[in-house]
């Protein structure tokens, strides 16, 4: 019922909804990465250490579910090969029956609207100057700005059972439902308005109440658990707030989960991915991948 009003209000609005093929999404393996942070080579090695490519850079999971949680873009200098990467991957997932999720995060939104306060000189002079960096960016004619416009959502649900989005969910944000979340992004993108609530400090790309539990163990263990609610899920992924540690953060008995580890050389150049395993009793298995092993979290 939750999931019709929502489909209702996106109709209603005349809203743009970016559609994932459920039959394709549904799959035994998801394995999720936070913030690269325009770090092509930490995103490559990542990416083969959690046996979602090849040394070429090429799919090799099969009918796996890839997810990024965004923020490709701002602090290092590799985000034209960041951005094509993401791009060949969800042809080669797709061809091969899987998936790539992508996720905006604050800095495509940045990016987006012209807000460059941390692209770095470098990055920039690989687009071959200001001028066309912002030509890439522009979301009718640009190469980035179209893929991103085009390709990513808000927020998700993998598999009816796990919540991913960039930054914190908040439970006013989850009871007008993923769909209208996303629909009201992109309309947000589609007019320019890239001060809308969905896009500023309580919105799903900009929150760290959760990740800081800024209310207290406590209570954020309850808001954890009425938005599992809300939504029907078991647990909640998201990035945007870097971990000093280089770890994965599980909160409420791993009904949370930050995988900010801070992949970037910017933040130290930690290496991880989430791993989520369907078995056959219904249940998951979720771990950590690191380049020492991986670590079971639940």
């Given at each position: ?232 899920v078991k647990r909640m992924i998201s990035g945007h707030t870097a971990q000093s540690s280089g770890k994965v953060l599980t909160l409420c008995g791993n ?7 801070g992949i970037t050389a910017y933040y130290g150049a930690n290496r991880a991915a989430l791993e989520i395993i369907e078995n056959n009793d219904g249940t ?9 092993g991986k670590v079971i979290l639940s």
């Amino acid at each position: 019922m939750t999931r019709f009003f929502s489909l209702l209000a996106v109709a209603v609005l005349g809203l743009q909804l970016i559609q994932v093929d459920r039959a394709s999404a549904a799959s035994n393996r998801i394995v999720a990465v936070g913030d690269i942070h325009s770090d092509y080579k930490n995103a490559l090695a990542v990416l083969q250490m959690a046996k979602i490519i090849d040394s070429k850079g090429n799919w090799i999971a099969g009918q796996d579910t890839f997810v990024q949680t965004g923020d490709n873009v701002d602090r290092g200098a590799g985000t034209i090969d960041v951005y094509k990467l993401l791009q060949n991957l969800r042809g080669q997932a797709s061809a091969a029956g899987g998936a790539v999720i992508n996720l905006l995060g604050n800095h495509e939104v940045m990016n987006l609207g012209g807000d460059l306060r941390y692209v770095t000189k470098e990055d920039t002079a690989s687009f071959g100057g200001a001028t066309a960096r912002k030509a890439a960016w522009d979301m009718q004619t640009g190469w980035i700005g179209k893929f991103v416009y085009n390709s990513f959502n808000i927020t998700h649900i993998q598999n009816g059972h796990t919540l991913f989005s960039h930054a914190d969910m908040s439970v006013d944000w989850a009871k007008k439902g993923i769909d209208q979340m996303n629909a009201l992004a992109h309309k947000a993108l589609k007019d320019k308005k890239f001060k809308e609530p969905i896009f500023t400090t309580y919105g799903p790309v900009w929150n760290r109440d959760l990740a800081k539990e800024e209310a207290g163990e406590s209570e954020t263990c309850e808001v954890i658990e009425n938005i599992k609610q809300i939504l029907g899920v078991k647990r909640m992924i998201s990035g945007h707030t870097a971990q000093s540690s280089g770890k994965v953060l599980t909160l409420c008995g791993n009904s949370y989960i930050g995988i900010d580890v801070g992949i970037t050389a910017y933040y130290g150049a930690n290496r991880a991915a989430l791993e989520i395993i369907e078995n056959n009793d219904g249940t998951q298995t979720v771990s950590a991948i690191y380049p020492s092993g991986k670590v079971i979290l639940s």
